[in-house]
């Protein structure tokens, strides 16, 4: 992959009610050159509406891939990656980093009702996880909007060294910082 290829690398931290988003745009080179942020629900369902605005705010026509620090953010706040891919226009990779034996029956045991539905409803569209070794790592990897040779070959591209794209690296520490911020101004 040339070393100019963008990707937008989103991640999230939370404490409390809301979770800071960050999302960064970085080359496959490791140079980033775009921060955008915003929040959704913990516990909520506006994760994918805050994907996209993330999308959008960065206004990146260059951005070749939408990268998502796993599926299921702010507790159990699922992403709908078909959505994503549809609604930027992009390919959508959602990666994890633990090995885990799904969402559902952790949904089952939080949720009830209406909430428990949606949520369900949203995890059993999006496509199942593929393992992938990267570099000394084991990585799980759905992609939308791209096949799985390509999304193999992206995320290894975008991860220099140990097992998370550098995109969602950045993203990680940017929401962090974020979240620190709007605890201290609380």
């Known amino acids: 992959m ?3 290829v963008r990707a937008l690398g989103i991640a999230e931290s939370y404490r409390e009610r809301r979770s800071t988003l960050a999302g960064v745009v970085a080359r496959a080179s490791r140079v980033t050159d775009g921060f955008a942020f915003e929040t959704c629900t913990v516990g ?3 994760a994918t509406d805050a994907v996209i605005a993330l999308f959008s705010d960065l206004d990146r026509e260059d951005v070749r891939y939408v990268f998502v620090a796993g599926i299921a953010l702010a507790w159990y706040n699922v992403v709908d990656l078909h959505r994503v891919s549809r609604e930027t226009g992009r ?3 959602s990666v994890t980093f633990e090995e885990s034996p799904g969402l559902v029956s952790a949904l089952e045991a939080e949720f009830e009702g209406a909430a428990l539905e949606t949520r369900k409803e949203t995890f059993e569209r999006q496509p199942s996880r593929e393992r992938l070794a990267v ?3 084991t ?3 759905r ?3 791209v096949g799985a040779g390509e999304a ?3 995320v290894q591209a975008f991860t220099p060294e140990g097992g998370r794209p550098e995109p969602l690296r ?3 520490l940017a929401a962090r910082a974020g979240d620190d911020l709007r605890r201290d101004e609380q």
């Open 91 to 93: 390919p959508v990779i």
């Open 143 to 145: 992609s939308v909007g």
């Open 2 to 4: 040339k070393s100019g």
């Open 139 to 141: 990585v799980f990897v």
């Open 135 to 137: 570099n000394d790592q």
């Open 44 to 46: 909520g369902t506006d």
């Open 152 to 154: 193999r070959e992206a």
């Open 170 to 172: 950045v993203a990680r």
